[in-house]
């Protein structure tokens, strides 16, 4: 049973370190405990993200389904990721952002035609990228989100196809 404040900040910091998913719901931190302590929420999210600062880690804030998420980062790039998929989920993230937050996934097949079956597929097996094959849809995941944090900051649609234009 968790008493006090600092118990608190460190218990939800080492959930969120030894989460194998490298994130984490809102609503599950919130509901962490049977019993409701006396302590602001949003007091002890920042303190969980200052300690956290401390031993080299990032928690970014990102909404998903219409839930909020945490993600743990670290400075620096995803190296299971190429510099190819990189790209790929740059255009992604623009798209979904610019045009339509539910993407076709037939029309993102038929974009990447030539990098689908390795490149897509591996976004989408690490859940960087997730199917909704019910709806035909494709969305980028918190965790897709957050690997793109320290590679562009301001990703926008227009800005990626004046870089390609200019080649």
């Known amino acids: ?28 931190l919130k509901n962490l405990y049977d019993r409701p302590l006396d302590l602001n929420f949003d007091t002890i999210f920042n303190e969980v993200h200052e300690l956290l600062n ?14 909020f998420y945490y ?3 670290s400075e620096g790039k ?5 510099p190819s998929q990189y790209g790929i989920l740059a255009l992604i993230i ?12 037939e029309d993102l097949k038929e974009i990447f035609t030539e990098v689908w079956d390795n490149d897509v597929q591996f976004l989408i097996n690490n859940d ?20 793109m944090k320290n590679v562009i900051k301001d990703l926008q649609l227009q800005n ?5 234009e200019n080649r």
């Open 78 to 82: 995803d190296d299971n990721i190429t």
């Open 54 to 67: 401390k031993i080299g880690f990032d928690l970014i804030k990102t909404d998903f389904q219409d839930q």
């Open 94 to 105: 623009a798209l979904s952002k610019e045009v339509d937050e539910n993407i076709k996934i």
């Open 128 to 147: 960087y990228l997730r199917t909704f094959n019910e709806l035909g849809i494709i969305k980028v995941t918190p965790l897709g989100k957050a690997t």
């Open 160 to 164: 990626l196809l004046n870089l390609f």
């Open 1 to 28: 049973m968790i008493d006090n404040h600092e118990e608190f900040v460190k218990r939800i910091a080492t959930l969120i370190v030894t989460n194998p998913q490298k994130m984490i719901r809102e609503a599950d």
């Open 71 to 73: 993600v743990l980062t």
